[in-house]
Structures are given as structure tokens and as C-alpha cells.
């Protein structure tokens, strides 16, 4: 068995190779001003297998695990925040049913074959003043004769929206007023009454194209049913997968847009002057402090990230400690690609406040890790009752 970090280096030169990264940062930078879709890195990511890289091994993919995943997805975001944000919803999705197999429900394997199909995947829960996310829904959901449903509902902010051909949905079924049930399942882009928004003018994260679904009476068909639950807090293997794929591969991009930022705030330092000390920035003791605790404030993320996602792969059953442990790393990387970009932005000088620069960029995509739920007003109840309130 090879050492795990020669796994990842040989991983990231099969799947990321340092030419094909450059590209990438290249296009990012046209991509957010022209405020376009990342069509030639999807191209490329697609020819590299990336798109596939969770299928197990036995439906054609190469089986790879949450943890390398990860790690990948922090190398993609060294250099396209938005594509790898994008494209995370995609692998979240596959990553998902990798997790429910492996811990023996096989219920979703129609998803490998249609991924390595090339059907793209996208997520579509968030919705308009939903703060209870994955426990509820304001979308109905009304059930038809044969089993299946009909969604009515907006979803805010789809990732991907110009090329999925798959959605992860959920609704609401109050046919029972005393006992909604909540519906997930997969709906095709192909359905009659799915419209996208057109409007997409954002901060940051532009080419990641996250415009509004609108469902109108959309079919989830019966057999791409994937779960009926109560609403609210309710313990599943579906949820349990989404809350655990979602929460660390977005932090692993917001951790590989830290990481990149201080490699910036690094060359800034050595490519400035100071003409009090007649040295460049890197040998002036106040910059290298502030460089010095930004990268010791970054070292905890991967380790958390390296952590919690080598737990989800070895079935490590945290039980009401999962929640905790996953929140906060996503909100970890959040703030700390935050005060790396502002940190970069500090050591760089007036070069990165220049709205082509790299780091500018950087400073507007790291501010829509604000916006991933749970944000860290709501996730405070959580985490002051596991120390505070008898069970
Ligand atoms: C870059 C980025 C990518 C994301 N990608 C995804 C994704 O792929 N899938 C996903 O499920 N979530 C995604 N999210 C959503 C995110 O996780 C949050 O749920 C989202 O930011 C809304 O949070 P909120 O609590 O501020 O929303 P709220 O305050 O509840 O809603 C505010 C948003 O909803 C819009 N809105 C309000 N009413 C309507 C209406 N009637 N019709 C249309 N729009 C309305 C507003 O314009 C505003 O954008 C993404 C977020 C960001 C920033």
C-alpha cells in the first residue's frame, strides 16, 4: 500500500497536472469579468474523468474516496475557485450515493451509470427564506398515481445551471396536513416546467453560473424517488451523506482558495520595496509576523478537512458529534480563506485592490462562503448546546 501522500501527489498529476491548472487560473480571470460559464474547464475536467472520480470501481469509475476528493478539490481551487465550487455540487451528488453503498444501501445505483453516461449532476435545495435547509421544503409536492410527483417551487442558487441534466430535488407532500412528508429524488432537465433564471450578476463566484430554478408541476419520477421523510430533525443515511459531502467539499474549496491566497500574499511580499529599509517586504518583521499567523490560522483546515473526511470513508460512526464536526470545518475554511485574502491583500499592497488582479478576485469569491448554509449565527445554538444543555 502506497504511502497516502504519495496517493494524493500521483492522484493530483493523473487527474490535475500542473499545465492543465494553469489554464484554468488563466480563463478563471475571463471568466468572472465577462461573467460566463466555465465551458472549456468543464470540457477538459470532463476528458481528465474528473466528473467520474467517485463511481466505484465495479460500475466503470475509479472509486476514489471522499478524502482524496477532497484534496483534489483544494488543488482545483488553487486555481478556479468558481469551477471547483461548481463542479463540487456534481461530485457531491455522486459522492453521496458512494457513501450510501458503502454503508450497504445500493438503492441510488441508477446515478454511477448515468454519471458515467455523462449526465452532470447539480443540487437543487436551497430556497427562498428556507433556513430549515434539508428539513424542509417550501417546494410542493404533489403526488400522482403512479408513484411519482409533481414539483412546484423556486431553488435558489443552482450551481451549473447551464449544462445539468440532473437535479437533486426536494418538496413537500402535505396531502397528510398533520404528517407532511418530505420527498427527495432526482428530476431530468428534459421535464416539461423547468425555467432558469437568466439573471446572474454577482459578487463573486460568477462562472459557477448559480442562477434560480423555477419548477412548475416539474415529474420526479417514481423510480428516481429517493427518500420520503418526516420534516425536521430526523436521522438518515441520505441526509447524513448530502450534510457530509456538502459541508467538507465546500470547505475544501474555500481551503485551496486560502492556500493560494497566501501564496500570493508571499510573492507580494518579495516583489515589493520597502524604501525605509531598504529590503523587499519579506524581510521586514511586521510583514512576516502577519504572514506568519495567516499561514498558522491555515494549517488547522486541511487537517480537519484530512481529518473528518478519512472518518466519513472508514464508517467512523460519530453519532451526534458528526454535525459538529462537519459544520465547523466548512465554517473554519470559510473564515480563514477570508483573513488569507485580506492578509494577501495586505502584504500585495495596492497591486491586488486593482480589479484584474488575481487577489481581487480571490477577495470577492472567498465573501460567497458567507452564504453556504448553516452560516455561523445558525450553527451557534448547536454548537453551545452540546456543551450546555442535558440530554
Ligand atoms: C456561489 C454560490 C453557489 C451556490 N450553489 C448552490 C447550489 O448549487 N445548490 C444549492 O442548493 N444551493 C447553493 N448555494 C446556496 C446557498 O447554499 C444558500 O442557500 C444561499 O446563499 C441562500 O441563502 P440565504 O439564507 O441568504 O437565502 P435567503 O435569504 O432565504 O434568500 C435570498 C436569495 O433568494 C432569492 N430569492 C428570494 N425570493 C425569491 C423568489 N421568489 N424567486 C427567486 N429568487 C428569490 C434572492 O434574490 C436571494 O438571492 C450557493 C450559494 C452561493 C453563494
Known sequence: MPNRETRHAELAEKYLPKGLLERFRERA?????????????????????YL?????????????SLNEVSRLQQRL???????????????????????????????????????????????????????????????????????????????????????????????????????????????????????????????????????TTILTKVRMRPDRIARRMPTGRHP????FAITSHFQLLIGSVYAGLARRALELAAQGLKSRSSAKSGTTYAEVPEFRARLADAHMEYMAVPAQLDTYSRDVDDLVDHGAGWPLR?????????????????????????????????????HRDAAASLFHPPSADAARPMYASALLDDN
Open 52 to 64: 467520474t472520480l467517485f463511481v466505484p470501481e465495479e460500475f466503470g469509475g475509479p472509486g476514489l
Open 29 to 49: 480571470d475571463v471568466y468572472d469579468r465577462e461573467n460566463r460559464f466555465f465551458d472549456e474547464d468543464l470540457a477538459e475536467l470532463t476528458e481528465q474523468g
Open 326 to 362: 462537519l459544520v465547523s470545518a466548512r465554517l473554519n475554511a470559510s473564515t480563514v480563506a477570508r483573513h488569507a485574502v485580506e492578509t494577501a491583500l495586505v502584504c500585495a499592497g495596492g497591486t491586488g485592490f486593482n480589479n484584474t488582479s488575481e487577489l481581487s478576485r480571490l
Open 236 to 239: 438518515d443515511l441520505l441526509t
Open 77 to 211: 481551487a488553487t486555481a478556479a475557485p468558481a469551477t471547483a465550487l461548481a463542479v463540487n455540487m456534481h461530485l457531491m451528488c455522486i459522492g453521496v450515493v458512494s457513501a450510501m453503498f458503502a454503508r450497504g444501501d445500493r438503492s441510488l445505483g441508477y446515478v454511477f451509470d448515468e454519471a458515467m453516461a455523462g449526465e452532470i449532476f447539480a443540487f437543487g435545495v436551497s430556497e427562498p427564506a428556507n433556513d430549515w435547509v434539508l428539513q424542509d421544503s417550501n417546494t410542493l409536492a404533489e403526488p400522482q398515481e403512479d408513484g411519482g410527483y409533481l414539483l412546484t417551487g423556486v431553488k435558489i442558487f443552482t450551481s451549473l445551471s447551464p449544462v445539468w441534466t440532473r437535479l437533486i430535488a426536494h418538496g413537500l407532500d402535505s396531502t397528510d396536513t398533520a404528517n407532511p412528508t418530505l420527498v427527495y429524488g432526482f428530476l431530468e432537465r428534459s421535464a416539461d416546467g423547468i425555467s432558469v433564471s437568466d439573471h446572474w450578476d454577482v459578487l463573486g463566484m460568477r462562472a459557477s453560473q448559480s442562477r
